[in-house]
């Protein structure tokens, strides 16, 4: 091979290499992770707008937590009204995807004042023809080699493209992996780009399993000439098992469930004590459970009081105290009139501040068992995936409220959360989290009447902590 060979040879490997390295400039690649970034078109002049969208691919087996996608552009493009060109998400599951469009419009930027424009002919509108130019350049410089020369060439060109595939085009650290992926527009004569960023953190799987055991109790018999609830076992039994059929917190296999009907307050304290036994630190517990909420009909006020088919009444923080003995996360499902005072949702008026310091005290009783779960656990309340604390507590209605039931279908609560398994998915991650079933939950509230006394009534389920992005049912 002459020398002018060789170098033409050169030439033409960094030409189609170049060309390689352009055609994947708006897609890259990390553990299974797939982000692109596409607009809809590539020259703007003044007041112009294009569409720009991210997209994150989960192709891999690996789920991802703490998700979020940006997009950064320069100071001559500016976000159209309502565009978002950041937003976070809990989680991305195997085989899902993520996307986040954002409208930008070009505008003056008076710091290129007096610079050189780029021109027009060398923008995004004249490369097709500037790259078809230099595809027949490298034609015509193949032709004038020689058949080895060819063979060799080809060889260069098959091992640099080898190496442009697996280079790493993702930065990961133990923590967090960030993917970073760039399209070049042309704005009022100045080249420059659009960058798509992803920040994620991997779900790791430790060696240690982790399983999920359900208790729920019945109460649906009471004495005094209190309502009783027929059928109720029979309804929310099979409700529950149904609902934790189709998915469990975390997507957590199922170890186990039990159901108790009629219970005594000592009986349902042991019964906790039980499948705290049975748990450790990384395993969840489902608790369900159904009866009256005291009403003190002088005070016309509920009282944080659960009244059981034995005729006594169990304070929610005598509750919380038992249910923060299991060992790992714990979902609390509390179905009885007023219960959402349990939580503070709701409370007493101030008038009658004995009731609305009850409340106060078992709002402490779960937050406290947070505080205490976070400490030894390290895990954060940031609004992360696993940010829930120790606790992830339900209720049926306000703490003013009654709670519902039917007898022939179940508790409405249980109907709601049944159909929010599939449908509470606001973000379309494959994920329910507790905040998504929430809003969800109090929509179908405010959707049913109920009449009460002779006035139309919702029950307006509650939840805590409200901004939780626990995922509370992964199918």
Same mark, same amino acid.
């Given at each position: ?25 708006? /897609? ?361 604390? /120790? ?85």
């Amino acid at each position: 091979m002459t020398i002018s060979q060789k170098c033409l040879a050169v030439l033409l490997a960094l030409l189609l290499c170049l060309s390689l390295s352009t055609a994947l400039a708006a /897609k890259t690649q990390s553990g299974g992770l797939t982000l692109t970034l596409s607009v809809d078109r590539d020259v703007l002049g003044e007041g112009d707008t294009l569409l720009a969208e991210a997209t994150l691919t989960n192709h891999g087996s690996t789920a991802y937590q703490d998700i979020s996608i940006t997009l950064e552009y320069p100071s001559t493009l500016v976000p159209v009204r309502d565009s978002t060109i950041r937003s976070a998400y809990a989680s991305l599951l195997p085989g899902r995807r993520l996307s986040l469009a954002a409208q930008l419009t070009a505008v003056p930027d008076p710091t290129l004042a007096g610079t050189q424009p780029h021109l027009p002919s060398t923008g995004d509108g004249a490369r097709p023809g500037l790259w078809l130019a230099l595809l027949c350049l490298c034609a015509a410089g193949l032709l004038r080699l020689g058949r080895q020369e060819r063979r060799r060439l080809l060889a260069l060109l098959c091992a640099a493209s080898v190496m442009l595939g697996s280079a790493p085009c993702a930065r990961a650290d133990e923590e967090t992996i960030t993917l970073r992926v760039s399209e070049t527009v042309v704005v009022m004569g100045q080249e420059t780009q659009i960058t798509a960023v992803v920040r994620c953190t991997p779900v790791r799987v430790t060696e240690t399993s982790s399983e999920l055991r359900a208790l729920y109790v019945i109460e649906d018999e009471f004495p005094g000439g209190y309502s009783n609830f027929p059928n109720e076992y029979e309804n929310n039994t099979a409700l529950l098992g149904r609902m934790l059929s189709k998915a469990t917190p975390q997507g957590l296999p199922f170890a186990a469930e039990y159901a108790y009907h009629n219970l005594t307050q000592e009986e349902i304290l042991a019964r906790i004590a039980e499948l705290a036994g049975m748990q450790d630190e990384n395993d969840a517990a489902f608790f369900y459970i159904t009866c009256h909420g005291w009403f003190d009909s002088q005070a016309k006020v509920y009282t944080n009081e659960l009244f059981l088919s034995d005729g006594s009444r169990l304070h929610i923080s005598s509750l919380a105290d038992a249910l923060a003995a299991i060992p790992g996360r714990v979902i609390v499902v509390l179905d009885y009139c007023g219960s959402g005072l349990s939580i503070g949702r709701s409370a007493a008026p101030a008038a009658k501040d004995g009731y609305a310091q009850f409340a106060k005290e078992a709002l402490r009783a779960f937050s406290a068992a947070d505080v205490r779960w976070r400490a030894v656990s390290g895990v954060q309340a940031d609004g992360s995936l696993l940010d829930s604390g /120790k606790f992830c507590v339900i209720t049926g209605a306000s703490g003013t409220q009654s709670s519902w039931t039917n007898t022939e279908y179940g508790s409405y609560l249980l109907q709601w959360m049944n159909s929010g398994v599939m449908d509470a998915d606001a973000d379309g991650d494959g994920a329910v989290t507790l905040r998504e079933m929430g809003a969800y939950l109090q929509e179908q509230g405010r959707q049913k009447s109920f009449f009460e006394f002779g006035s139309v009534v919702h029950m307006i389920p509650q939840f805590y902590p409200e901004e939780s992005g626990y995922p509370l049912f992964v199918p």
